[in-house]
């Protein structure tokens, strides 16, 4: 008999659902268990390859320690994309068997998958309109170190983009010189209303033309607003 109960979700717009992972196979709650740490999932991006990309944050241990504990699971590559002072946000690049992009792959919305000294927990959502017993059941049988601990109604999704992601997302469109730029000219209040200097003066602090520096500051300012409104 499936813990899974029931088609519709009374109780608002989406049905969240809380598992707990026995297995400690999985990198994410390996790596907890043996570095004595937190990792948070921040984002789960889908690329054109079929993978999946998992953006982690780790808090409470050397990041130095967590790639090559997450990178010996198979079908998984693991990259550092930044340093904390107790911590790190990392990439886990996943193809095999990875209960968070199962979930996606389902219909859910896995929003938060934590690992924590060894212990596995997936938070997910799952629209109304959606078979939300059928997603719980399949995800049950094929992922037997799952247990369903809870179930309620909300009223809406929640975002889930965490301050680091959204430097990293932003800033990934920029060049070196674009980067430079833009905060050379925020600092030297550029951005202030009324305005603290002129372009000139930016220009001239960077050793630059002022047409030199109106190309840059206009395109990086471009690249920003493409990325906000998604028209990349």
Excluded at 2 to 16: I, K, P, Y
Excluded at 111 to 139: C, K, L, S
Excluded at 153 to 173: C, Y
Excluded at 179 to 200: I, K, S
Aim: aromatic share 6%; proline share 4%; hydrophobic share 40%.
């Amino acid at each position: 008999m499936s813990q899974a109960t029931g088609n519709r979700n009374d109780g608002g717009d989406v049905l969240e659902v809380e598992f707990r992972l026995a297995r400690s196979a999985y990198p994410f709650v390996r790596a907890s268990a043996v570095a004595d740490c937190t990792l948070e999932l921040a984002e789960l991006v889908p690329r054109a390859d079929g993978r999946y990309a998992e953006f982690f944050n780790v808090t409470g241990a050397d990041p130095e320690r967590i790639a090559p504990l997450a990178a010996d699971h198979d079908g998984t590559d693991v990259t550092l994309v930044e340093t904390y002072r107790d911590g790190g946000l990392f990439e886990f690049s996943v193809s095999g068997d990875c209960p968070a992009r199962r979930l996606a792959e389902l219909g859910a919305l896995p929003r938060t998958v934590r690992g924590t000294d060894g212990r596995g927990t997936i938070v997910a959502e799952i629209p109304a309109a959606a078979d939300t017993a059928g997603i719980v059941e399949a995800f049950l049988e094929e992922t037997p170190e799952a247990t369903m601990v809870s179930k309620r109604g909300k009223q809406s999704m929640r975002p889930m983009l965490s301050e680091a992601t959204l430097h990293r997302t932003l800033e990934a469109g920029l060049t070196d010189r674009q980067r430079e730029v833009l905060r050379t000219a925020f600092e030297a209040g550029y951005y202030d209303w009324p305005r603290r200097c002129t372009g000139e003066e930016v220009a001239s602090e960077l050793g630059i033309s002022s047409a030199t520096f109106s190309e840059h500051v206009h395109a990086a300012e471009r690249t920003l607003i493409a990325t906000l409104f998604d028209e990349r």
